[in-house]
């Protein structure tokens, strides 16, 4: 262990709690990073705290029965003080009224919620509102729809990319951990994974607002992308990576990225994997890429730098002499 | 202090027995957990949750709480729990001798430890803390209290309440050190 200027317990604690300084959470990070055994620790830590919370005794109390010896005692205290018949009968039709008026409220404001998940496979949905979704795996999205009201409110955990479709005006409202995104007519991407510092928004087509309830944040057109940092609770503005909807259609640009890259960018995607031999890891490549099937990309990857491929049913190998 | 307008509150201050069983049935398993927590005894914990509503409903015209109801409920156990175990030590210890022989029944079922076993295992562990360490944790975690509201209502400083959280985590961990690895390697192959 290295020397903290902390005993490591404690600081774990008050990280887990969130009442670490910035600093102090830094501290932490580095030692987390100094080697595996920091980071086991800090995991062991993290679950016995976050399970505490949840502790099960082996039995199920028994809510019915607890609450019928609760009632009895309140029943014996209530004969003291009874009421008149004639106002329970009052309070009686009073109370009809008013749970026959919530319920047609209810009825009126009905609030429509769904819910779409994707655990291992990326998952395409469309909205009764036509806006078209398409969640990355390990995300899931909360839906509400109000009956006659203009908003939605979808709320993301995890990658997504949303269609919104033009001619609706109904407004759509994301919200991913603290921060909003607000459309106005467009294609965008949203990455909010809870354990990743940073959300990020990148759009394709229109414009976003991106806002937190306190900050009135930025507005991004086509081609921006806005990264949100949780920690400093600060919005800026990046260049997009090309290919961050590619999970979403399978379109992939590459220019003069190295094989290794290119590699790693479809592997994230495809279930089949590419191998290549670390000879060529280096070999740059400038190609494009719609919708293909894993094995023409790969066949196209092994023609325009001149090497080999060979298709092993689980895996896609490619093979060549390191390029210059 | 900070006042915080409960409707759930009012309905109970008027005697809306509806309301108050409301509350009930949302808190009782909630709160018999944390009350065993303390106790070791699941009717007695069971007893102390009943005591307490129907200590509320009793007194409830001259209820004035500044907290959430929900922290009212926490703080209400909490302390019926802690007069017991000052008053009731015997039963404490009987309480920890069941929970020993409790223990033996886990060790032996299978190598293949589930989620909700851990969850009994920290339960245990919790319970073999030292007083104090036990009341700060289980204030944090079942309460969810700041350090600041832990170290007010304790009448400790802030310093004590870290001091006293680390640890905690520290002795539950040297506690725990044979499950953990098995159950973080069980929850990585969830997550692959």
């Known amino acids: 262990m290295s020397k903290l200027p902390y005993d490591i317990d404690e600081l774990i604690g008050k990280y887990l709690h969130a009442e670490t300084t910035l600093q102090e959470a830094e501290w932490l990070l580095q030692w987390r990073k100094e080697n595996e055994a920091n980071e086991k620790y800090f995991n062991q830590l993290k679950t016995i705290f976050e399970r ?9 109390y028994n809510t019915d029965a607890a609450w019928q010896k609760v009632a009895q005692h309140i029943d014996q205290k209530k004969t003291r003080t009874l009421f008149p018949t004639q106002f329970l009968r009052y309070a009686a039709a009073i109370s009809v009224l008013f749970i026959s008026g919530w319920l047609l409220y209810q009825q009126f404001i009905k609030v429509e919620r769904l819910n779409v998940t994707a655990e291992n496979a990326i998952v395409k949905d469309t909205l009764p509102d036509g ?23 979808l709320k993301l955990n995890g990658e997504a990319k949303f269609i919104v479709s033009n001619e609706k005006s109904d407004e759509l ?33 229109g414009e976003v607002m991106f806002y937190t309830a306190d900050q009135k944040g930025i507005t ?14 600060s919005f800026a503005i990046d260049k997009p990576d090309t290919n961050v909807v590619a999970y979403a259609n399978r379109n992939f640009v590459f220019e003069e990225t190295s094989l290794a890259e290119v590699v790693q960018a479809l592997n994230a995607i495809y279930e089949k994997p590419i191998k290549v031999d670390d000879a060529i890891k280096n070999c740059k490549v400038t190609v494009t890429f719609e919708g293909e099937e894993i094995e023409t990309i790969a066949e196209i990857i092994a023609e325009t730098l001149g090497l080999t491929f060979e298709d092993k049913g689980d895996s896609v190998l490619l093979k060549g002499n390191a390029c210059q | 202090m900070q006042v915080f307008p409960s409707q759930q509150l009012d309905a109970i201050r008027q005697g809306d027995e509806t309301a108050f069983e409301m509350v ?3 808190y009782y398993q909630a709160l018999c957990r944390y009350a ?25 015209t001259e209820l004035s709480i500044t907290v959430s109801l929900k922290s009212y409920l926490y703080q209400t156990i909490r302390n019926r729990c802690l007069n017991i175990i000052k ?23 299978s190598s293949k430890i589930l989620a909700d076993e851990l969850e009994l295992k920290i339960g245990e562990a919790m319970q073999k803390l030292p ?23 304790l009448q400790i400083s802030v310093k004590t309440v870290e001091n006293q959280i680390g640890k905690a985590l520290k002795i539950m961990r040297e506690e725990l050190s044979d499950y953990l690895p098995v159950i973080l390697l069980l929850f990585k192959g969830l997550l692959d």
Not at chain 1, 54 to 60: F, G, I, T
Not at chain 1, 220 to 233: F, H, I, R
Not at chain 2, 37 to 53: G, R
Request: with cysteine; glycine share 6%; charged share 30%.
């Open chain 1, 220 to 233: 991004l057109k086509a081609g921006m992308k806005g990264l949100y940092n949780k920690n400093l609770k």
């Open chain 2, 131 to 153: 007083e104090q360490c036990r009341l700060v944790f289980t204030m944090s975690r079942f309460e969810e209290l700041k350090y600041q509201e832990i170290a007010d209502q």
């Open chain 1, 131 to 153: 806006t078209t979704v398409v969640l990355n795996k390990q995300s899931a999205l909360a839906i509400e729809l109000k009956r006659g009201g203009s908003k939605k409110l």
């Open chain 1, 52 to 60: 505490a919370a949840q502790v099960k005794s082996d039995r199920v």
């Open chain 2, 24 to 26: 009930f049935r949302e």
């Open chain 1, 173 to 205: 409202i994301v919200q991913a951990g603290e921060t909003f995104i607000k459309d106005i007519g467009t294609v965008f991407n949203v990455k909010a994974y809870p354990e990743q510092n940073t959300i990020e928004v990148t759009v394709l087509d």
């Open chain 2, 36 to 60: 065993y927590t303390f106790l070791a005894d699941h009717d007695e914990a069971e007893e102390v949750v009943q005591a307490s509503f129907t200590g509320i409903w009793d007194k409830r």
């Open chain 2, 87 to 109: 008053h009731e030590k015997v039963k404490q210890e009987h309480a920890n001798h069941t929970l020993w022989v409790n223990k033996e029944g886990y060790e032996g079922t």
